[in-house]
């Protein structure tokens, strides 16, 4: 595959998981690297608050290329699991909000993305699989994303099954957000998610994701006492107070922005 990301010039960077000529969308580790540069660049770049994954109509990402990964040479094959292995933690672990554009098949290492990301749209013809048990592997760095996302049992589950889930069942599941009927109502949902996502102040969706990772195996006193120490600690901001301040006054908060999609351009 390949993947490009043409605007990062604005809050939203939309990162494209695009088909390679005359194939489909699989995991190359031309396309890992490519992904490793953009993510690497989104970390350091302070005007980006939201990035989001664009699969090709009809398939988000069906997985490792299986003709490639079986001709390349071992240390290539370990630097794409190694690379790989980082795209996932560092979209799990990014500052910005990471949203999945799914409208198609989302397969191993595909639902791996999917897995990683914090917001899920996905359109009804959308299909989540792991196939990889049929092979003989196991989708060993998917399943702690999608242990965290959809429980342990589940899962194990999905993994065992060796079967796809239609998308309203990934919604059941919890692996799936936001269903849609098409890619039409897709780009409609996404602009809504984005809407919000640019009134939130930027720092307090890190911290947030953050705060609940942190949290998750805590007990329940520790875990509330954990959120009053972070409480003191906001409130106790000069620009919180600010904010606050803002907002009853009906001022527009600062870090307020909007989302502004490309316009293609048109022959005179």
Not at 38 to 56: H, K, N, P, Q
Not at 123 to 150: D, H, K, N, Q, W
Not at 172 to 201: M, P
Not at 209 to 222: G, N, S, Y
């Amino acid at each position: 595959m390949k993947v490009c990301c043409e605007d990062q010039s604005g809050p939203v960077w939309r990162v494209a998981l695009l088909p390679d000529e005359g194939q489909d969308v699989t995991i190359t580790l031309s396309g890992l690297e490519q992904l490793d540069i953009i993510l690497s660049t989104a970390a350091e770049a302070a005007s980006c608050r939201v990035i989001v994954l664009d699969g090709a109509p009809g398939c988000f990402c069906r997985g490792m290329d299986l003709q490639s990964a079986s001709d390349l040479p071992e240390a290539e094959r370990q630097e794409g699991s190694r690379l790989y292995a980082e795209s996932l933690c560092r979209l799990r672990e990014a500052r910005q909000l990471i949203v999945a554009a799914v409208d198609g098949d989302a397969l191993a290492g595909g639902l791996g993305l999917v897995a990683a990301a914090d917001v899920v749209i996905a359109t009804e013809r959308s299909i989540f699989g792991l196939p990889e048990l049929m092979l003989g592997l196991l989708p060993a760095m998917v399943l702690p994303l999608l242990m965290e996302r959809i429980g342990r049992h589940q899962a194990r589950r999905l993994a065992l099954g060796a079967v796809s889930v239609a998308a309203p069942r990934a919604l059941s599941l919890g692996l799936v957000d936001e269903l849609v009927e098409d890619a039409e109502q897709l780009e409609r949902k996404l602009r809504s998610v984005l809407k919000s996502a640019l009134r939130v102040q930027p720092d307090a969706v890190a911290e947030l994701k953050r705060f609940t990772t942190e949290i998750a195996f805590m007990t329940l006193r520790d875990a509330v006492a954990a959120g009053k120490a972070l409480t003191d600690e906001r409130l106790s901001r000069p620009e919180t107070l600010a904010a606050i301040d803002d907002f009853l006054s009906g001022e527009p908060l600062p870090w307020l922005d909007r989302y502004r999609p490309a316009r293609p351009n048109r022959k005179p």
